[in-house]
């Protein structure tokens, strides 16, 4: 397995810049628009393997999808509400945000349809999604394990109505049921079980949908309705920078004294994932924002804390990066669930930071770090994005440092690695 090595920064810098748009909303937008009556176009969309996997299931189910990369744009004829492609098979690749979106877009239509997924996807937890739709009226067929990928789905309409949900497994699930809800016939009502996990991206959920004309309401998320509206096209549906994204960059800021400002991300941001400043803050950053835009500067200081990050789970790899350098020790609970991600997420966080030296426990819903000086290493990802771009901060402070499979970033930020050069070539004052 090839890898890369991360050279130290050695100069302060400053930087202003928009990473790429956001995969939760591009998504979204995506199913949204798939289901419209007429044409939706998304500006600042993202491109890379998660939002591909998307539009490749989308098209084989006979949504018209014309994508400019170089553009950031992506236009959409929708089906009116349910696919109209018989007998599709549709491969979710390594996402799991595609894999429990168009699973009950495929129901709302009239075919056999077979949705399966790469190696690692396939052992990702379904069953949740199919206990949903089996109660809606979908005939589901495990072609694999039960309550995972592949499955048959034997589509006849989803007539809706109300359904109980656990909340605790992934929200993903319930944005999933949700995005489809304005095209079934009663609409959908979902009485959650226990608490529900990742609030924000269920929040994101319906401010996507509401843009594409659906109403739902929710009594403080134990309960949530969508009435059967349908969609309506979008002429320009704009998709901000992700957020998860700007974490590692905001993160270097903190750890190495540097500036970064992200403009496109402000204060009305739709994604909760942006509240990992709020954390950088309590540590020590000093943190700017305006409607438009954040800045992070680090201040030389970095505190340990204790933070339940159950609302932003994606950063908390982030967050392990940089922990080590605290000046005590960082405890992150509340994220229990990050264990059934792309890899075991605590497992792996907490392995590799002991391969490079640092005293660091697992616990049942998160970890604990103490300070130390990290040793040069290779820290393996586990084909999982999020940890190859994590732990390249580690790198940016400390010499001898290897990322192995870095390619693996490509299924969210396929141009990472250049733009974590560009701290490099900034400069400062």
């Keep these: 397995m090839n890898s890369v090595e991360v050279q130290p920064l050695t100069q302060p810098f400053e ?32 491109f890379a393997e998660d939002t591909e996997a998307m539009v490749r299931c ?41 894999s429990r979106f168009v699973a009950p877009v495929a129901a709302l239509g009239q075919s056999t349809v077979v949705l399966d997924g790469a190696a690692p996807l396939r052992l ?22 039960p309550g995972h990928l592949p499955v048959q789905i034997e589509a006849q309409g989803l007539a809706g109505g109300s359904i109980q949900l656990r909340g605790d497994v992934s929200s993903q699930f319930l944005s999933g049921l949700l995005l489809a809800a304005p095209e079934m016939d009663e609409g959908l009502r979902v ?19 509401e843009a594409f004309g659906a109403q739902t ?31 590692y960059f905001f993160a270097a800021a903190a750890l190495l004294g540097g500036s970064v400002q992200i403009e496109g991300l402000g ?7 942006l509240g990992f400043v709020e954390v950088l803050e309590r540590m020590g950053a000093q943190v700017t924002r305006t409607a438009t835009s954040t800045r992070v500067v680090g201040t030389g200081v970095l505190r340990g804390i204790d933070v339940n990050m159950a609302e932003m789970s994606d950063t908390a790899q982030t967050l392990a990066a940089i922990a080590p350098f605290a000046d005590s020790p960082t405890r992150v609970t509340g994220i229990g669930f990050i264990r059934a991600k792309e890899t075991d997420r605590i497992a792996a966080v907490v392995t590799e930071l002991q391969r490079l030296g640092v005293d660091a426990v697992q616990e049942p819903d998160g970890f604990l770090i103490h300070p130390g000086l990290p040793q040069p290493g ?52």
């Design 15 to 46: 930087v202003e810049f928009r990473p790429p748009g956001s995969k939760s909303i591009t998504n979204r937008a995506l199913i949204c628009a798939a289901l419209a009556r007429g044409t939706s176009t998304l500006t600042g969309a993202l």
């Design 58 to 98: 989308l098209t084989a189910l006979g949504v018209g999808i014309h994508t400019e990369p170089s553009a950031q744009r992506i236009t959409v004829e929708g089906v009116r509400g349910a696919p109209v492609v018989q007998g599709a098979v549709l491969d979710a690749g390594l996402s799991g945000t595609t």
């Design 124 to 145: 990702r937890p379904m069953g949740e999604m199919f206990d949903a739709l089996s109660a809606l009226g979908c005939v589901l067929l495990p072609l694999g394990e």
């Design 191 to 209: 009485e959650m079980v226990g608490d529900l996990v990742s609030q924000p991206y269920v929040e994101m959920t319906l401010k996507v949908m």
């Design 217 to 247: 309401a929710h009594d403080q998320y134990q309960s949530l309705s969508v009435q059967p509206t349908s969609y309506r096209a979008v002429s320009e549906f704009s998709v901000e920078p992700d957020a998860s994204a700007a974490s």
């Design 267 to 273: 204060t009305q941001s739709l994604q909760g994932d």
């Design 378 to 429: 290779v820290v393996q990802t586990y084909q999982d994005h999020r940890m190859a771009m994590s732990f390249a901060l580690i790198g940016l402070r400390i010499p001898g440092i290897h990322i192995a499979d870095p390619d693996c970033v490509a299924k969210t930020y396929p141009t990472f690695w250049n733009e974590l050069e560009r701290l490099r070539g900034s400069g400062g004052e």
